[in-house]
């Protein structure tokens, strides 16, 4: 294991890869948008000339060789996917690009296998975490959790990994966990959920309700999402110790997932140690 390297699986703009380099650590980077890892070898040309960062521009898939990657057109092009289908989510445009495929398998064999993992790879997070080899795995891996992919979870629990989080990527990368089981403060967020839902129905409600949020966030009554210097809101957040909160078993964040992946406001990574 290489206690000064990083895989950063989904670069993007590349502001978790600024912040590793700032911490003195040295980064291997994949990102399949051909525009982005332009952008970042502007960004980051000394870097990767001192050698600290090698940024490739692939898509990690099943299968090596060459694959077609689709770039959305919005969203900063954050949607973009090996899928056409999540590319085009909410009637984006996409246009389809050749990129190199490769395995995280054949990445550990090249570079070493580095202190901390990071994906971010729109839904297709499985097809790293299924290469972790358990005899020589990272001690620390960050995931974007997926609704309908809870089996992400027991990949790195079968490899090992035995301390968990989910945290809130939106409202400033704190911890997340639902009230006990069989508690009343957990029947009383369920019937709060339930009536929520029930409201959200009436025409009207909907649009009355952010108008309401937002005048809440002005006045300084709500947590507003984080967009500091350091982590952004496009970035992962605070890696390994430095995350919110205890760690936790297997069992409490997959519960913590299934509670809160219904949440279609937010999104959650899963950071997970060895």
Not at 118 to 141: F, G, M, N, Q
């Amino acid at each position: 294991m290489e206690r000064d390297l990083i895989f950063d699986i989904g670069v993007n703009n590349g502001d978790d890869t600024a912040h590793y380099l700032r911490r003195g650590f040295r980064v291997v980077g994949v990102e399949a948008n051909p525009e982005m890892v332009a952008n970042c070898e502007r960004r980051f040309q000394a870097e990767i000339r001192a050698g600290r960062l090698v940024l490739l521009n692939a898509a990690i898939a099943a299968e090596e060789g060459v694959v077609s990657f689709f770039v959305s057109e919005g969203h900063r092009g954050m949607w973009s996917s090996l899928d056409p289908a999540l590319a085009t989510r909410g009637n984006l445009a996409a246009r389809q690009v050749a990129v190199e495929a490769r395995s995280m398998r054949d990445l550990l064999q090249e570079y070493g296998v580095p202190f901390y993992l990071k994906i971010d790879i729109e839904e297709a997070e499985h097809l790293c975490l299924r290469d972790i080899d358990s005899t020589d795995a990272p001690p620390y891996v960050s995931f974007e959790a997926t609704l309908g992919r809870l089996d992400d979870l027991f990949l790195l629990a079968r490899a090992g990994y035995t301390r968990f989080k989910l945290i809130d990527q939106v409202l400033a990368f704190r911890q997340v966990m639902p009230p006990p089981l069989h508690s009343a403060a957990l029947a009383i967020e369920t019937l709060s959920r339930l009536a929520k839902e029930q409201l959200q129905r009436l025409p009207g409600l909907v649009g009355a309700a952010r108008l309401v949020r937002r005048a809440r966030i002005a006045a300084g009554g709500m947590q507003q999402p984080v967009t500091s210097p350091e982590f952004p809101i496009s970035s992962s957040g605070p890696m390994a110790e430095d995350t919110d909160g205890p760690w936790r078993s297997v069992e409490e964040v997959a519960y913590a997932w299934l509670y809160y992946m219904r949440d279609a406001t937010s999104w959650y990574d899963v950071h997970a140690a060895r």
